[in-house]
């Protein structure tokens, strides 16, 4: 009697998680609050981005500037979100600014100089749509193999946007590897006791942070965090953090590919950030 013990090897199956990140927007765009959209190319971003609002009126006094839109603003009464004011003569009223909603239709912002009374023109515009830009823009600049989510929070306060990632991280609709955080969050303590939450070595949650020189220690040794530098002479169609973002996703490792280190990478479409020896030792 011959007994025939056969034995049979299956590879894993492969883990895509490590490939699926999204951009975080809070009212960048027209999603409903929760919803995220796949991008797998530039063009794609256009027709979901939130459109200008027309600005009727500005008024001014005592350093505040208050503005009335001739449509809804969107921005919930009481939050403080920064908009790119253009097109308003007198141009004194034009900028980007931390605005604060103060009906449907009206919010204020702070304004030393008084620019002169209102004479006509002028939108008001999320900064968060121009930064959402810039970041597919970056991200699609390393090459158009890798898509992106867009992960929309709705309009709202920095604070109130963690709480809202948080609750969709804990019972998500699509899991995501890999969150690009908008540059507002830098300072925004509930963001880094977030980030700090998933410092576990299986913990599988990344955010991707653009800090500065002044900030960036509140970032340090965090698990899961790549912290980004990005020159502060940049333009504004410019997102670094996002190039880095793209180039992790990018990443398949198995055994005979394991992933690259990043010190090996090149990134496209991003300007040089040149530090001193000094500042070269802040981390």
Not at 8 to 17: D, E, F, I, K, R
Not at 117 to 132: A, R
């Amino acid at each position: 009697i011959v007994n025939v013990v056969v034995t049979q090897q299956v590879a894993s199956a492969p883990n895509t998680l490590q490939q699926t990140g999204a951009f975080v927007s809070q009212g960048a765009t027209t999603l409903p609050s929760g919803t995220s959209r796949l991008l797998t190319q530039l063009s794609d971003l256009s027709s979901i981005l939130t459109g200008a609002v027309n600005i009727s009126s500005i008024t001014w006094a005592t350093n505040v500037a208050t503005v009335t839109t001739s449509s809804a603003h969107g921005i919930p009464s009481g939050d403080t979100v920064q908009v790119i004011i253009t097109g308003v003569l007198p141009a004194g009223y034009n900028g980007t600014f931390l605005a604060t909603s103060t009906g449907t239709t009206t919010f204020t912002y702070p304004l030393l100089a008084n620019p002169g009374s209102y004479v006509s023109g002028g939108t008001e515009t999320l900064e968060d749509v121009s930064e959402l830009v810039a970041m597919a823009t970056t991200f699609f600049a390393q090459g158009s193999t890798v898509p992106v989510y867009v992960l929309e929070l709705g309009v709202d306060s920095v604070a109130n946007g963690v709480t809202a990632l948080e609750a969709y991280i804990a019972n998500p609709t699509i899991k995501f590897y890999s969150y690009l955080l908008p540059k507002t969050w830098d300072t925004e303590s509930t963001a880094v006791t977030m980030a700090r939450t998933y410092n576990g070595t299986t913990a599988q949650v990344y955010f991707y942070v653009t800090t500065t020189l002044a900030t960036y220690s509140a970032w340090e040794n965090i698990k899961s965090v790549f912290a980004t530098l990005q020159t502060p002479t940049a333009p504004i169609t410019e997102f670094d953090a996002a190039a880095i973002f793209q180039v992790t996703l990018s990443y398949n490792p198995n055994a005979s590919n394991l992933a690259h280190p990043l010190s090996f990478t090149y990134v496209y479409g991003v300007s040089p950030y040149k530090l001193t020896n000094t500042q070269q030792t802040l981390a």
